[in-house]
């Protein structure tokens, strides 16, 4: 069975610091794409960070860029995305996903492989 596993989201302050992570069972994160991905209610799902196969490349939205940093470890079948000076803009449930091929991409449909998500909350 195949299961990707989000933890680490929680309530935290305007301007704070916070690491979630994502977990693979029944499936190899190693040689893929992974990505991150938030959904705010009312909104659309939106990319948020990429990371190819071998970590040579990396990707982000705008609005995240100097803030958040996206890392893998595939001897732990794990992606993680460290989040420092958070805004509320930020609040919104976050998706771990791999990619079907190893380039990183920012469509969604370029994934396969979904988590149920983790809500962080980012509070004024």
């Known amino acids: 069975q195949v299961r990707l596993v989000e933890s680490g989201g929680q309530v935290v302050q305007d301007g704070g610091s916070l690491r979630i992570s994502c977990v693979a069972s029944?499936?190899?994160?190693?040689?893929?794409?992974l990505g991150w991905f938030r959904q705010a209610p009312g909104k659309e799902r939106e990319f948020v960070a990429a990371?190819?196969?071998?970590?040579?490349?990396?990707f982000y939205r705008d609005s995240v860029k100097g803030r958040f940093t996206i890392s893998r470890d595939d001897d732990k079948n794990a992606v993680f995305l460290q989040m420092n000076n958070l805004k509320p803009e930020d609040t919104a449930e976050y998706y771990c996903a791999r990619q079907t091929l190893g380039s990183g991409s920012r469509t969604p449909d370029s994934y396969d492989y979904w988590g149920q998500g983790t809500q962080v909350t980012v509070s004024s």
């Open positions: 990371i190819a196969w071998n970590a040579g490349l990396r």
């Open positions: 029944g499936i190899m994160f190693r040689g893929y794409g």
